[in-house]
């Protein structure tokens, strides 16, 4: 998922430390908290649950709804291309495509068909025709040319990072992010060569920023440097939101969060 913040960047950076930040909730449904989601960039969300796939437009009504039993469960939705959304099973160990009508886009790629041998994540590149796969036993990233299956490496991951079990990445503004499960969080660059490391507090819902992250605690959200200092606090949900944050995203202007029982979409306003 490669999200256009560059210009939410600039709207908030004049707020932080000032807490006048204004928000204007724009839609929320109810929602299943192991449901699976994503935003596309031009704020149409893609939402997994009970093995069906649905699109909702940028008011947060629906538009498409499929079935996808056949594929077997999704564990990760990546939207970046809003025309090639791609789906990870990991139980399947398999990524498909579908098209803006949630169409299936020819046949699904088996990950054990190109030496993979268990992938725990996928993340869509901004390059063409290319994603980014963690291989879990072999401690490797591998970014794969869909055309052809050839793939660059980043060898011994967890050993070189000192690392604990990688649990997601993600393609986020050219660079790639791997999470572990203790929140120790590793950047690269889009062509896989290592920019820095961060550790932040563990077992909370973070999100990157460029050189700043958020990360919440309960309802709210604050900005934290690469090294956990305290910036600003950043979103209060205490009246906003039904429940505890376990997911959130940014695209643009605005702020998407899951509770356990809700997906918010909120704006920035000035």
Request: aromatic fraction near 12%; glycine fraction near 4%; charged fraction near 20%.
């Amino acid at each position: 998922m490669h999200k256009l913040i560059f210009p939410f960047i600039f709207l908030v950076l004049p707020f932080w430390g000032s807490g006048q930040q204004i928000w204007k909730e724009l839609w929320h449904l109810e929602l299943d908290s192991t449901a699976i989601w994503d935003i596309d960039p031009i704020h149409q969300s893609i939402i997994y649950q009970n093995q069906n796939i649905q699109k909702r437009d940028a008011k947060g009504q629906i538009m498409l709804q499929e079935s996808i039993k056949s594929l077997g469960n999704i564990q990760k939705i990546d939207a970046q291309n809003p025309l090639k959304i791609a789906l990870f099973s990991e139980d399947q160990q398999s990524i498909c495509f579908l098209d803006n009508a949630l169409a299936l886009q020819g046949d699904c790629i088996y990950l054990s068909d190109l030496d993979i041998s268990l992938a725990v994540s996928m993340s869509a590149s901004i390059q063409t025709d290319r994603i980014w796969v963690y291989d879990e036993p072999n401690s490797k990233i591998e970014l794969i040319t869909l055309r052809n299956g050839q793939g660059q490496q980043v060898q011994n991951v967890k050993g070189l990072l000192n690392m604990k079990s990688i649990v997601n990445i993600q393609e986020i503004d050219n660079r790639l992010y791997l999470f572990d499960e203790e929140n120790q969080v590793a950047w690269f660059d889009q062509f896989g060569n290592f920019i820095d490391v961060a550790t932040l507090p563990p077992h909370k819902p973070v999100y990157p920023i460029q050189d700043y992250f958020l990360i919440s605690e309960g309802k709210n959200i604050q900005t934290v440097t690469i090294d956990s200092e305290f910036v600003s606090f950043f979103f209060a949900g205490d009246l906003l939101l039904d429940s505890k944050i376990l997911k959130m995203e940014v695209s643009g202007d605005r702020l998407y969060i899951q509770t356990l029982k809700m997906l918010y979409c909120f704006k920035i306003l000035q």
